[in-house]
């Protein structure tokens, strides 16, 4: 069997353990391989010269669009170490690029679409010195001078075939440390964890379903069960935060769920994503049972123009009435908004500060809308000619000049300046409802002031404070144990 190293380039510090490149790991060494994963910041890169790494038969390295550069800062490094040595790509960067991607970086193979199984098929092939890949759906090779493309992989039908992450390959305590990953709620041991692939939804600024075809599939809720009850035992869990990009949707799904749950009394928190179009009473009473504190919504705008061009599908009737029914119901209401769609005017922008003025949002946040690859606003930015800035590993939800759009860019940070300052009150009081959490909070900070200092820079720099959170946070990672098992 092939020893195989798996690559993650962290491009933000934060706490989430990365559960695609884990359950590809967790797929190939159920079927004999040898892993090794690597979870890497900038300050782990000599993490590339360890034996495990420069000894093994393949490197696979997982990319978004945000970790392009460091990725290929890694490309680089083992190239010159050991130019024979076989590097795979796959994520959503390179599935969506394909050949190009290949053309450009100094790579041999490209896993794309869904994962483990190419992978799994790859790894055998390598090991056993196939030289024919053809047959292998899913995969983009280098052919002598030519580029091959196989028939794309189909889909896994059953989720709950595929064996669970493979957290037993990092040091996974430093995914669980404080302050947790449901914000406002202080745990000492916060997870994440996926029930679902793809998303029912078709947003225009969402690439999610390019990956799946657009097909939304989900774990049974025994399998999900399972795996919670494993995460308690084996690492003692307190909170879990789901990252379905729609976890709350299937009332019968979610009531089996919460059943469950409460039988197995099960006595940790979790928090999770919802869409205004799919929730209803039955389902948010069902999770609040169980444990649940607090929804996340994707509301992105208050204008009805701007939801149609979207494709958000849902009107401003059905964003109150869903706010106001998980406030109802004891649940703490989150809501994210975009500003700078290509279309965007003034008036737009008001509809929705105006919008969250009529709303109880416990907290609110605004992003500006950024083309990521395979996303239709990609697909609108190539076909019309709007990027500006060319280096996509500076494409984030929080930079502003990355594309042209109808507003200039100054104009959207005044609005969204006024946005948070709308916003800015329900957003301190969120936390100083939970004395309980500014009080450890603030230990907290005190025992790392130099990510508290570091955190103040950087609001000032980017003259935004109510990033100061987000701030704070990388920081504190920098200086963290690494992740890593390997030494």
Same mark, same amino acid.
């Given at each position: ?283 948010? #009473? +069902?999770? $609040? ?10 509301? *992105? ?5 701007? &939801? /149609? ?88 939800? #929080? +930079?502003? $000049? ?10 959207? *940070? ?5 946005? &948070? /300052? ?66």
């Amino acid at each position: 069997m092939a020893n195989v190293c798996l690559i993650y380039p962290r491009d933000i510090n934060l706490n989430f353990f990365p559960l695609g490149l884990g359950y590809v790991a967790s797929y190939i060494k159920s079927q004999g391989h040898n892993v090794t994963f690597l979870d890497i910041k900038d300050n782990d890169f000599d993490l590339l010269d360890h034996p495990k790494v420069q000894e093994a038969d393949i490197i696979g390295v997982s990319i978004t669009t945000p970790q392009l550069r460091f990725a290929q800062k890694i490309f680089k490094k083992l190239k010159n170490d050991r130019p024979d040595l076989p590097i795979v790509a796959g994520g959503i960067h390179p599935s969506y690029f394909k050949q190009k991607f290949l053309e450009e970086n100094n790579i041999d193979y490209i896993v794309y679409g869904e994962g483990e199984i190419t992978m799994n098929e790859l790894c055998n092939a390598i090991d056993s010195k196939k030289t024919d890949m053809s047959d292998i759906r899913g995969l983009i090779y280098r052919n002598g001078d030519q580029i091959s493309i196989n028939l794309p992989r189909e889909l896994i039908p059953d989720l709950d075939e595929m064996p669970f992450p493979a957290r037993e390959l990092v040091n996974y305590d430093t995914y669980l440390q404080p302050p947790g990953l449901i914000r406002g709620v202080w745990t000492e041991r916060s997870a994440n964890l996926s029930t679902s692939r793809g998303c029912p939804g078709r947003c225009t600024y969402c690439g999610v379903n390019y990956l799946y075809n657009k097909m939304y599939r989900r774990r049974t809720v025994d399998s999900v069960i399972s795996e919670i009850e494993f995460m308690i035992k084996e690492h003692n869990i307190d909170s879990l935060y789901f990252m379905d990009d729609t976890f709350l949707m299937n009332t019968e799904w979610i009531e089996e769920f919460s059943d469950k749950f409460i039988a197995k009394k099960f006595n940790i928190k979790f928090s999770c994503y919802g869409r205004v179009d799919t929730v209803n009473e039955r389902i948010l #009473r +069902a999770v $609040k049972r169980a444990g649940c504190v607090q929804v996340e919504y994707g509301v *992105e705008s208050g204008s009805v123009p701007v &939801l /149609k061009a979207i494709k958000k599908n849902v009107d401003i009737n059905k964003i109150k009435d869903a706010l106001r029914l998980t406030k109802k119901i004891g649940l703490r209401a989150q809501a994210s908004f975009i500003f700078g769609f290509p279309d965007d005017k003034i008036e737009n922008l008001m509809d929705t500060i105006n919008l969250v003025a009529d709303l109880d949002i416990d907290f609110s946040t605004a992003y500006f809308a950024t083309p990521y690859p395979a996303s239709e606003l990609y697909e609108q930015a190539i076909k019309e000619d709007r990027i500006i800035e060319n280096d996509m590993s500076k494409w984030y939800v #929080r +930079a502003n $000049k990355i594309w042209r759009v109808n507003l200039d860019h100054h104009t959207l *940070e005044v609005y969204r300046n006024k946005f &948070l /300052k709308q916003v800015r009150w329900n957003n301190i009081m969120f936390f100083f409802k939970n004395p309980k959490f500014l009080f450890n909070l603030s230990i907290f900070a005190l025992k790392n002031i130099d990510a508290v200092y570091g955190a103040i820079k950087d609001s000032i720099k980017y003259k935004s404070f109510d990033d100061a959170g987000y701030y704070f946070y990388a920081h504190l990672t920098k200086g963290q144990e690494t992740r890593n098992l390997i030494r």
